[in-house]
Each structure stands twice: as structure tokens, then as C-alpha cells.
């Protein structure tokens, strides 16, 4: 008996390894579990995993995407937000979703694009992972060109530079030179699990009206 994907249940916080898949048969999977679902989607050389967050996972992307855009809004940088869009390239054999994603310097690239091809497109300039759950796929977005990659795992903030090939540890991001991100980050998801999400985002908006103009200068 051949089981199919309406019969596979996964619970939040769950993973499910999918082997020996090629390129064509991920489209149809892809295709088949839609838009509107809940999971996140990693392909790599015929390894597909799916993974389905916990409410913590999502929490805290939400909190480091809108810090993010409040940030870029601060220092006046224009910006495209994709969210958890899927990126994949048939030729690299590559597709991944992240938890959240900006195209800043790239920006005028993908405006007015409701599909996105990397054959022709730049990748994202930024990519947010939420490590909570599940191991980020550093290949994917290695083999992608992804240029600035944030891990939030339970140890706080991580930032990853693609650097001749290979990612490496940054303790400051390119995009916000000058400005404490990891500090700020970490400080203000570990504020929102005592105060909540509001009254932290709140802090950090005071934060950027206190600060920013002297970073700046």
C-alpha cells in the first residue's frame, strides 16, 4: 500500500525526512500541500524534510522580522519583505524556506514580482532562521548565494556572513553597521517572555528614538 501526503499527520514541533526524491517529484509535492499550509519545506540532493513549528518558533520570527523592518524604517533603507517564501533553483537542486526574509540592498530586483525565479533573480540579502525546532539548512542557502544569515536558536541571536563559500560568525551584520543587533535581539525576545510582545517592541521603539541618530552620526 502506497501512503499519500493526506495521510501523514505531523504535529507542531514535529519532522518528517522524505528520501531519494527527485526534482519533479518535489514540484508535486510542493504543489500538492499548497500555500496555505503551516509547514516549512528544506530540499537538498534528493532529501526533502518537512517541518511543522511550535508557537515558540513563530513568536519569535514575528518579534525579529518587525524588529528588523523597524530598524530599516529607522535608517531609512528601503526594503522588500518576502516572509517565508519558497526559494529553489532546479539547477542547483536547492529549495528552502526560511522563517523570514528581506531583499535591502537587491530590493528594486523583485518589485512588482509575484513569483520568484533564482535562475534570474538575486537571492534575499537576509534570511531569518528560527533554530528552535529543527537545524537550519546552512547548504541551502550556502549553495543559494545567500549572502546574510540570522540563526535565532535557544542561545540567542547568530549572524552568518557567506564568505568565499563558506558561512562564517559575525558578531555585527553589514546591513545595520553600528548598531548592537545581537544585544538588541536577544534582549528584546527575553523581554517579551517576561512583559510580552507588545510592551517589548514598545522598549525597542524607544530604543531606536534614544539611539539612533547618535549611531548614526
Known sequence: MQLTLEQIILHPGQQLLLKELDWK????????????????????NGVLEIMVPLPEHEKDKEIISDMVKLLLDAV??????????????????QAVEPDACFYIENYQ??????????????????????????????????????RELWRYTQ??????????????????????????IIE?????????????????IRNFKNWLQENIGLLLS
Open 25 to 44: 517529484q518535489f514540484e508535486t509535492i510542493l504543489s500538492e500541500l499548497g500555500e496555505s499550509r503551516c509547514s516549512r519545506l528544506s530540499y537538498s
Open 76 to 93: 531609512n533603507i528601503n526594503f522588500e519583505s518576502l516572509g517565508s517564501t519558497t526559494f529553489k533553483n532546479e539547477r542547483m537542486n
Open 109 to 146: 530586483a523583485i518589485i512588482g514580482k509575484n513569483r520568484l525565479n533564482l535562475d534570474i533573480e538575486p537571492p534575499p540579502d537576509l534570511v531569518i532562521d528560527i533554530d528552535i525546532t529543527s537545524r537550519t539548512r546552512l547548504d541551502n542557502y550556502r549553495l543559494l548565494g545567500v
Open 155 to 180: 542561545n540567542g541571536l547568530q549572524i552568518n556572513l557567506l564568505q568565499e563559500g563558506e558561512y562564517l560568525e559575525f558578531l555585527s551584520s553589514p546591513n545595520f553597521p553600528n548598531i548592537p
Open 184 to 200: 538588541l535581539i536577544n534582549q528584546t525576545i527575553e523581554q517579551s517572555q517576561k512583559l510580552g510582545r507588545s510592551e517589548a
